[in-house]
């Protein structure tokens, strides 16, 4: 059983609150295997970590914002007269929030002159107990949950930081993939008390920097993907099997080899081209439909520039998920939609990029979630509500 008390939910998002930022993570494509590995370096009971998009047209806020910036310049630019009537220079062109005018107003050309998708990150840590580790008792509900990776994702303005919540009523939005779609507001406050959006505007080709398989030599480290023995009955054979697409084969695993030898066709109906997007947003209607990758398939390479800018594609007029599930020294990646279709055409792609690997169908609660997620009843607010979710 976990203890309630031991769980924490976050967000990750911009630490200053600048909403033009594109934080992105260098070296390009390493982000998700670094982030298995700090996963299995810090090794909690429990770990969720879920990736929210779709494609959005902040435009209009975002040209808006840029006037009322390059209207402060002006205001900066032009002397102010003293007491004796006199021109004389402005204190506020000695502010940062004038020295950085420019880039900020460079920064939003670039988001209106991109496809723009917003990105939500979030999701839920199960630290080890005290009882666990030291064999005595305590609360670690004040603990935070310290992930560099995610504080090494920056640009000139502003880097992401991650901020840590204990309402247990949090869990039903990670259940339902909900994340934070109007960001209106912030734009308006960014002027004045600016806040945190709880979720990033990116140009479609930043998305690349959080959303990929893990790649390179990292792979060879990362104990928590290896294959565990190979049951065919887990899943009572119910699983979708895609085939080979434009993008690298899976290295040379001996497991993996072990596979593909064992399937010897690939139905092609599931190799159809991706749906184009449509301009229409799309909202859920509460459903989201999820897949689990059975095996993740070990890439030695990374990516050509080519193919990785391909990726600047994954968004949708529906929201997509990309997850990462860390329970018990394994780690699983899912993908979802928020429409069926939509998300074979998102597995689609994917195999378009990487090449052949497996789905399993997952349900809104991973099985992995059932277990963890049986919380002592010493909490009977926090348990019973978790629990009321759960059925």
Not at 86 to 105: A, G, I, N
Not at 188 to 208: F, Q, T, V
Not at 214 to 219: A, D, E, F, L, S
Not at 303 to 311: I, Y
Request: glycine residues 6%; negative net charge.
């Amino acid at each position: 059983m976990i203890d309630p008390y031991h769980t924490l939910f976050f967000n990750v998002t911009l630490k200053n609150g600048h909403i033009m930022s594109r934080p992105r993570y260098e070296p390009e494509q390493e982000f998700i295997g670094n982030l298995i590995h700090e996963l299995e370096q810090k090794d909690p009971d429990f770990a969720w970590i879920q990736f929210i998009f779709q494609q959005v047209d902040y435009s209009r806020q975002l040209m808006m914002l840029k006037d009322e910036l390059l209207s402060f310049k002006k205001f900066a630019e032009t002397p102010e007269a003293n007491g004796k009537g006199e021109p004389r220079r402005r204190k506020e062109l000695d502010s940062e929030w004038y020295r950085t005018v420019e880039l900020r107003c460079k920064k939003i050309d670039e988001l209106i002159s991109s496809h723009q998708v917003l990105l939500g990150i979030q999701g839920m840590w199960v630290e080890k107990s005290e009882e666990a580790i030291q064999g005595i008792s305590g609360s670690l509900r004040g603990i935070p949950i310290e992930l560099s990776i995610f504080q090494s994702c920056k640009d000139e303005l502003d880097s992401l930081a991650i901020f840590t919540y204990r309402d247990p009523r949090v869990l039903l939005e990670l259940v339902r993939r909900r994340f934070v779609t109007d960001i209106s507001c912030y734009f308006r406050k960014y002027s004045g008390s600016r806040m945190e959006s709880p979720s990033l505007i990116l140009a479609a080709e930043d998305l690349g920097s959080y959303v990929h398989l893990p790649v390179g030599n990292i792979t060879d480290h990362l104990a928590s993907l290896l294959p565990p023995s190979f049951d065919e009955e887990e899943h009572n054979g119910e699983f979708t099997t895609f085939g080979v697409g434009s993008g690298l084969k899976y290295g040379d695993s001996k497991y993996a080899t072990r596979r593909k030898e064992d399937q010897s066709s690939i139905p092609d109906p599931l190799l159809l081209p991706v749906v184009e997007p449509q301009t229409e947003i799309k909202t859920s209607k509460g459903n989201f439909y999820l897949s689990r990758m059975k095996t993740i398939p070990q890439i030695h390479q990374k990516l050509d520039a080519e193919a990785f800018s391909r990726l600047k594609h994954l968004p949708s007029p529906y929201p997509r998920s990309f997850e990462l599930l860390y329970n018990r020294g394994r780690t699983s990646l899912l993908v979802g939609s928020a429409d069926d279709r939509d998300l074979e055409a998102y597995k689609r792609f994917l195999v378009s990029i990487y090449g052949e690997f497996e789905f399993v169908k997952e349900s809104a609660i991973p099985s992995c979630m059932r277990i963890v997620l049986e919380l002592d009843t010493v909490n009977l607010t926090s348990s019973s509500h978790i629990h009321k979710i759960l059925s």
